[in-house]
């Protein structure tokens, strides 16, 4: 037995939400529920690949035949390149040189395929920058610099992949012309409002009409932009979404209530700038009924020229100990599930009423923090980052407030 505090029990109602949207975990129970006959050779990119691979690797044995992972640098999990298996670590989130290299790789694994190969891909979010395959007229230079406004910009993932669709030969279905007919089937986990997989990733298997571009694009980008999309191929894929925010709501939801806790549930998509989001839940965990609060989705930052450290569940965790500072009873988590939020190690952070006077000690200023966008330094002074390591999922962000009535006494768990 050990005593735990509420502290100890939001970190575990994460850990159980991440545990059920694991990518091992995803894709073995797809492949269970339908099975794939014959051999198939794997695909793998995003930062939950080498997850969703080893789950391939678990339900096909002997049928799996090459494999190719694709993953942000660091989130390879322990694989390496060997007979059978070749892992590219690449750049996010901003792509880069080895973006482009990876790009070339995962066209040439397709084109030197048997004519009768079999493709099983494997998509999770960080697949827009993890591989590209630029077309004419368009240098990697020009794409960090689109890639660094998009995510500065405040636009939403639908938006930016909107963007990305455009300036890319593999997205938005260009890939399938490497296929050149042979037999696909695709698992995503969805990190997109909708779950919609033209959006997954840029929709890399996913022809149709291009999405209109977002207003107030600089005329640089909207010049360096191809033309027009590229015409429908005709060819479709199956796919099929295995995890998302909703099935990681639904295990912390069991979580929190194994524990004692009253849920509430908020099912609406969690939107919009991430400080002013910070302040409302905030502000609806001191107005709302005690007990576990649980909402799902993504939030923006608009960035100043020179950022600090953080990431926008940083920036929403700061905006909220804000709010709640002074007060007792209340604590709220925000975190990635990925294990990572912005350009950072850190997944998000645990703030309660007591972290801005945490953080006083250290002479850290949370508003001016806020408006320079470097949360981290004063969310670290107050000891309330988040930080797991690469989770092997991406289902977005989950935001998880305790309220609790009354003194709160640590208790025993098994």
Not at 198 to 208: D, N, W
Not at 236 to 258: M, P
Request: net charge neutral; with cysteine.
């Amino acid at each position: 037995m050990r005593m735990t505090g509420p502290r100890d029990d939001l970190l575990a109602i994460y850990a159980a939400a991440l545990a059920a949207v694991g990518g091992e975990r995803a894709v073995l129970r797809a492949l269970a529920d339908t099975p794939l006959a014959g051999q198939w050779q794997v695909v793998a990119i995003g930062k939950a690949a080498a997850a969703m691979w080893r789950g391939a690797r678990q339900s096909l044995g002997e049928r799996l035949g090459a494999g190719l992972v694709i993953t942000k640098t660091g989130h390879a999990e322990g694989l390496v390149t060997g007979p059978g298996l070749e892992v590219i670590e690449s750049d996010h989130p901003v792509p880069g040189t080895q973006s482009l290299a990876a790009g070339r790789r995962l066209l040439a694994f397709l084109g030197d395929a048997p004519p009768d190969a079999r493709f099983l891909f494997l998509i999770s979010g960080g697949a827009s920058s993890l591989v590209e395959v630029l077309p004419e007229g368009v240098d990697a230079g020009w794409l960090a610099r689109l890639n660094t406004w998009l995510l500065g910009s405040g636009l939403d993932i639908a938006a930016v992949n909107a963007v990305r669709r455009r300036a890319s030969r593999i997205k938005g279905g260009g890939l399938l012309s490497w296929l050149a007919g042979r037999e696909a089937r695709c698992l995503l986990i969805s990190d997109v409002p909708g779950d919609d997989p033209a959006v997954i990733g840029s929709g890399l298997l996913v022809p149709g009409d291009a999405p209109p571009l977002p207003a107030g694009l600089p005329d640089w980008i909207r010049d360096g932009l191809p033309p027009l999309p590229r015409p429908d191929s005709g060819v479709t894929v199956d796919c099929r979404i295995v995890a998302d925010r909703r099935r990681a709501l639904d295990a912390a939801a069991a979580a929190a209530a194994a524990r004692g806790y009253p849920v509430h549930r908020h099912e609406a998509f969690l939107a919009g700038e991430a400080q002013a989001v910070g302040e409302r839940l905030a502000e609806a965990l001191r107005q709302g009924p005690a007990g576990v609060h649980l909402w799902a989705g993504e939030t923006t930052v608009r960035l100043p020229a020179r950022p600090g450290r953080g990431g926008r569940n940083q920036h929403l965790a700061l905006a909220a100990a804000q709010r709640l500072a002074g007060g007792a009873g209340i604590w709220l988590l925000a975190a990635g599930t990925d294990g990572s939020d912005g350009p950072t190690g850190d997944a998000g952070a645990l703030v309660d009423g007591q972290s801005a006077a945490r953080m006083a000690l250290d002479g850290c200023d949370p508003g001016a923090a806020l408006a320079r966008a470097d949360s981290g330094p004063c969310l670290e002074a107050a000891g309330d980052l988040i930080r797991t390591g690469p989770t092997g999922t991406n289902v977005m962000d989950l935001v998880i407030g305790l309220k609790i009535d009354g003194p709160t006494q640590p208790r025993a768990t098994p």
